[in-house]
């Protein structure tokens, strides 16, 4: 599915979530996800340095640079399409980043309920 077809979790279609860092499973700067993304990276989420040091201890360090990837590391306040259910883990372990609604591709509700989304959102009032 391209970004022109995507939804995100407000039932609109998704903007884009980040492109410095250029992020997605198929790095075009959206969460947009299909059957090769078994991660489902579907959470356009605003990097903390409690999220990172989370999923670093989970397992999956997003902030130790990567030049064999051509991965930068992340840093506090990079947006990042993060897997639902690693954000969902966060979220049980109080430590969830906040989330762009606009950007996060509705298939993560399949993995979050969407009130726990909508109290992280930056992006709604």
């Known amino acids: 599915m391209n970004d022109n077809e995507a939804l995100n979790v407000l039932g609109e279609i998704i ?3 980040s492109e410095d860092p250029v992020t997605g499973f ?3 700067g959206c969460c947009n996800t299909g059957p ?20 670093k201890r989970e ?7 990567r030049p064999e990837f051509g991965f930068d590391g992340l ?3 990079d947006r990042w399409c993060v897997c639902a259910t690693r ?3 966060a979220y049980e372990a109080g430590a969830a980043p ?5 950007s996060t ?6 993995d979050i309920p969407f009130a726990a989304l909508k109290k992280h959102a930056l992006d709604l009032s």
């Open 15 to 17: 903007v884009p979530c």
């Open 26 to 28: 198929y790095r075009d």
């Open 36 to 55: 090769e993304d078994a991660g489902k990276h579907t959470v356009c989420a605003q990097m903390t340095a409690e999220f990172l040091e989370f999923s």
């Open 59 to 65: 397992g999956n360090d997003l902030s130790t640079p």
């Open 75 to 77: 840093k506090p306040g």
């Open 87 to 89: 954000w969902r883990d």
């Open 98 to 102: 906040p989330v762009v609604m606009q």
């Open 105 to 110: 591709h509705e298939n993560a509700l399949e």
